[in-house]
């Protein structure tokens, strides 16, 4: 067991309560009950239907072994673990390095173990230690983590290096909070940390975009090339990272196309007078370029990719051409760019839809299998027929039981496949994982042909019923349909089921908007075996294993190219890319924005503020409480306030007004603002310069008594002066 402090704590958080089948359960080094509420707004913002608990404070280690504690028994929502160095044995004072490495050694382990047992995704944050850690040393743990647990399914990685490049905060620590209640950060850094969270879970859940449409003029370069000339455009070097951005989308997976209204020889020449362009044609696995509306080409490029149009997103300088694809293709995600080019990479690194999880190797190579697909339809054209193409094509397929390795590529499948999909059923690595713990299977398919390797672009998830195999889960790649692959997995399905003793094979189908080509294929094996008033097909098991693709005779030049596509409004629940990266990009916004939300009317409000230090006390309570008007006798824990909370009014009071007041002050009687108020007149008034009152005292003493009622008669009458 590692050394990982344990412990309780008296704060109550803000989200206790009977719990919810889909949670965002924390634990954590420190109290990061500050979290809550801006995990709750992003929660919100994003349509996900989850609530915030806290599993006990201090005790990561015994809450991802504990197999009744809230990580092991959180179902559908995402574990999270917020861990700072420092807060373990070894990390107070001058640090211990060597033992904090130790412990980080541990904790990793112990994730590993525990990742194979928890049904929910882990997200594991590396948070911003103290100014006393040397940051050589805080790369190297980030670096022994992303080695630790490479490759740990389940388990996603977010590091304070990842935090602070996207939402840096220069004044991360609240020392007097952390010494009250072991609070450690202040406000904005917990909204930056929430932030980055929700980010890698949207990521994590969301349907991945696949491909990105560039405009060309005042897009990729400045100037219009049909104008100004192929060499009269210019490269900035704002213009030049956007390239880069870019061809770094395309090594994570995505496909660039160009759409264009411009002569197509006019933006090749330009790309040829330019050879300092990082992107470069061959970065383009097709284009559109011609003067047809910009929406009709998006539309175009779907058929020929064989991709839904809700897989796109647009990137264009002009409005009007934003407003009409926005108007005619809603599915795609259209982003404007800002008329200065030097604001095009901070917007850029603020769309969420931009973002990947981990890369598979099908990833990697996605480009290049689009290049040769491209290549399989030019040689498909100039077959005579489709059973001429494929008897040519020298396909191989590969089904099989699947390997572990395999299991984010799996995952992935579930996450992007529409078309060729029975159920539509969306799963988490845990989620297969769990279920292959209960006896399912799961059967993966990879094929090759004379052009290339497609890569894992199949996948079955197969139970036994009593005398029946049902096929839980069956979809393929887009790419790899009317190649007779689907025919060979059912047939595979049907041998599987003799080997189990089984005497039928269920397929069961759920409709969507996109999965008509299922329907369709499964109708083609036979509609006498779709069972009367259900989505249910039933085969028996002799037929099913005879089950093989016969092609038509037809030529295949005459097939229309996007048979398999659809354009239905697509269902994702969340849009707003674009509106996040220009609203709410930095955590001081992100603040401002939850808090406004979940401001209220005070029931009361009478007796407002009178002096100035009550109305300082009244802003810092409104801004806490997240209540206004407040009156200066309304009870701060009548108001919402909690324990928590009264350790950040402290951090704040000594932060904002320079006073130290003790938490003996919260809890010794009513706490109001004029009773605070008082409270830090008296602490003012004790803390004058007792020398000074020493000397007075003593003058004082040294008077005769009827000097002093000299005095006092000369105090008591009336200035003549002026």
């Known amino acids: 067991m590692p050394a990982f402090p344990s412990g309780t704590h008296t704060f109550e958080s803000e989200t206790s309560g009977e719990r919810r089948p889909s949670a965002l359960v924390v634990c954590a080094t420190f109290t990061a009950e500050p979290i809550a509420a801006t995990l709750q707004f992003w929660a919100k913002k994003l349509k996900l239907d989850y609530e915030v608990e806290f599993a006990p404070y201090g005790q990561i280690g015994q809450t991802l072994l504990d197999p009744a504690g809230l990580f092991a028994t959180n179902q559908h929502g995402f574990n999270i673990i917020l861990v700072r160095w420092e807060d373990w044995p070894g990390g107070a004072g001058a640090p211990d390095l060597v033992r904090i490495q130790e412990n980080a050694t541990?904790?990793?382990?112990?994730?590993?173990?525990?990742?194979?047992?928890?049904?929910?995704?882990?997200?594991?944050?590396?948070?911003?230690?103290?100014?006393?850690?040397?940051?050589?040393?805080?790369q190297q743990l980030e670096k022994d983590a992303k080695a630790a647990l490479q490759g740990v399914n389940g388990v996603y990685l977010l590091t304070n290096s990842e935090i602070e490049e996207r939402y840096p905060v220069p004044n991360y620590v609240d020392a007097q909070a952390d010494i009250l209640g072991h609070v450690p950060y202040t406000p904005p850094y917990f909204a930056?940390?929430?932030?980055?969270?929700?980010?890698?879970?949207?990521?994590?859940?969301?349907?991945?975009?696949?491909?990105?449409?560039?405009?060309?003029?005042?897009?990729?370069?400045?100037?219009?090339?049909?104008?100004?000339?192929?060499?009269?455009?210019?490269l900035n070097p704002a213009r030049e990272a956007m390239h880069r951005f870019f061809l770094a989308q395309r090594d994570a997976g995505m496909l660039l196309c160009l759409c264009s209204k411009n002569n197509e020889a006019d933006v090749f020449e330009t790309f040829a007078a330019h050879p300092e362009m990082p992107l470069r044609p061959e970065h383009f696995v097709s284009w559109r370029v011609n003067w047809g509306p910009k929406s009709s080409n998006l539309i175009s490029l779907a058929d020929e990719l064989g991709l839904g149009l809700d897989s796109f997103i647009f990137?264009?300088?002009?409005?009007?051409?934003?407003?009409?694809?926005e108007a005619n293709c809603p599915e795609a995600l259209t982003i404007p760019l800002p008329v200065n080019s030097d604001d095009i990479l901070e917007l850029l690194n603020h769309i969420w839809a931009f973002d990947h999880t981990r890369l598979t190797e099908e990833d990697k190579r996605r480009s290049a299998s689009y290049s040769q697909q491209a290549a399989r339809g030019l040689f498909e054209k100039?077959?005579?027929?489709?059973?001429?193409?494929?008897?040519?094509?020298?396909?191989?397929v590969r089904i099989g039981t699947m390997m572990p390795d395999q299991l984010p590529r799996v995952a992935q499948l579930t996450q992007r496949?529409?078309?060729?999909?029975?159920?539509?059923?969306?799963?988490?690595?845990?989620?297969?994982?769990?279920?292959?713990?209960?006896?399912?299977?799961?059967?993966?398919v990879d094929a090759s042909d004379r052009f290339g390797d497609y890569g894992l672009v199949g996948v079955m998830m197969l139970r036994r019923e009593d005398q029946t195999l049902v096929i839980d889960t069956f979809l393929l790649s887009c790419r790899a349909l009317g190649r007779g692959i689907e025919h060979r997995m059912m047939a595979y399905a049907g041998r599987r089921a003799v080997e189990l003793g089984c005497s039928h094979v269920d397929a069961p189908f759920s409709r969507t908007p996109r999965n008509r080509p299922a329907e369709e294929f499964l109708e083609s094996t036979g509609s006498t075996f779709r069972v009367s008033g259900t989505e249910l097909f039933r085969y028996p098991v002799e037929y099913l294993c005879k089950l093989s693709y016969r092609p038509p005779e037809h030529n295949t030049a005459e097939e229309p190219n996007g048979s398999f596509v659809t354009t239905p409004m697509d269902e994702r629940k969340f849009r707003d890319?674009?509106?996040?990266?220009?609203?709410?990009?930095?955590?001081?916004?992100?603040?401002?924005?939850?808090?406004?939300?979940?401001?209220?009317?005070?029931?009361?409000?009478?007796?407002?503020?009178?002096?100035?230090?009550?109305?300082?006390?009244?802003?810092i309570w409104e801004d806490l409480l997240h209540v206004t008007p407040i009156g200066v006798h309304d009870n701060f824990f009548d108001l919402g306030g909690h324990s928590l909370m009264a350790v950040q009014l402290l951090s704040r009071l000594?932060?904002?007004i320079g006073i130290d007041l003790s938490l003996e002050v919260v809890y010794s009687g009513e706490l109001t603002i004029a009773e605070m108020a008082k409270a830090i007149e008296l602490r003012e008034?004790?803390?004058?310069?007792?020398?000074?009152?020493?000397?007075?005292?003593?003058?004082?003493?040294?008077l005769s008594d009827e000097e002093v009622r000299a005095l006092l008669e000369a105090e008591e009458q009336p200035d003549q002066s002026g």
């Open 382 to 396: 100039q077959a005579r027929n489709l059973r001429e193409f494929l008897d040519s094509l020298q396909l191989e």
């Open 106 to 138: 541990d904790f990793f382990a112990v994730l590993r173990a525990a990742a194979a047992r928890l049904k929910a995704p882990t997200v594991c944050c590396l948070c911003k230690p103290s100014k006393r850690f040397e940051k050589n040393f805080v």
């Open 577 to 619: 890319y674009v509106g996040i990266a220009r609203e709410l990009r930095t955590p001081r916004q992100v603040l401002e924005r939850a808090r406004g939300e979940r401001r209220v009317l005070a029931s009361r409000g009478s007796d407002a503020p009178r002096t100035d230090l009550e109305r300082q006390l009244a802003a």
């Open 417 to 444: 496949t529409n078309q060729m999909n029975f159920t539509a059923m969306r799963r988490s690595e845990a989620e297969i994982r769990a279920l292959l713990e209960q006896g399912w299977e799961c059967i993966t």
């Open 192 to 234: 930056a940390l929430a932030t980055a969270i929700a980010r890698k879970i949207h990521t994590i859940v969301a349907p991945p975009y696949k491909v990105i449409a560039l405009d060309c003029d005042n897009t990729l370069w400045d100037g219009i090339c049909g104008e100004d000339g192929p060499r009269g455009v210019r």
């Open 315 to 325: 990137v264009e300088d002009d409005p009007k051409e934003c407003a009409e694809v």
């Open 654 to 656: 000594k932060r904002e």
């Open 685 to 702: 008034f004790a803390g004058a310069d007792t020398d000074e009152y020493a000397a007075i005292l003593a003058e004082v003493e040294s």
